[in-house]
């Protein structure tokens, strides 16, 4: 499937790193949507389909573990598209949760060849 055809969320209150992400994905011809914060993420995934979602884990109001846990609840098939970044690398809690969530994570500072890898993959198996 071609990337034009898959839409894909980010959900990050840090701007330049959410416009970085949004121009990059773009560019490589997916539609991108953006939300600050989980609340938005929320919203927008009752509303659109996404192929991908690459989630912050760390962020105000709803952070990233508390929206996966709602979707894994309420919308599986987004819960198993998530990605997750972070900075929180030595978190014991942010380890545990990524132990047993079972999603694929990138650590903040990340590279363009390791997002793409890591979004082709899921995305690989996304069917609109």
């Known amino acids: ?6 839409r894909i969320l980010i959900v990050d209150d840090e701007d330049s790193l959410a ?4 121009m990059l994905l773009e560019h490589l011809g997916y539609s991108v949507d ?5 609340q938005l993420a929320l919203e927008l995934g009752a509303q659109h389909s996404y192929a991908a979602i690459i989630c912050d884990l ?3 109001y709803v952070n990233g573990m508390e929206l996966f846990e709602i979707w894994r609840a309420e919308s599986p098939e987004l819960a198993e598209r998530v990605i997750f970044v972070t900075g929180d690398n030595l978190g014991t809690r942010t380890n545990r949760f990524l132990g047993l969530c079972g999603q694929p994570c990138l650590y903040k500072p990340f590279d363009i060849k390791e997002l793409t890898q890591t979004l082709e993959d899921v995305t690989a198996s996304y069917a609109s």
């Open 1 to 6: 499937m071609s990337n034009e055809r898959q």
């Open 19 to 22: 416009r970085l992400m949004k």
């Open 34 to 38: 953006w939300a600050a914060n989980g």
């Open 58 to 60: 760390l962020m105000p």
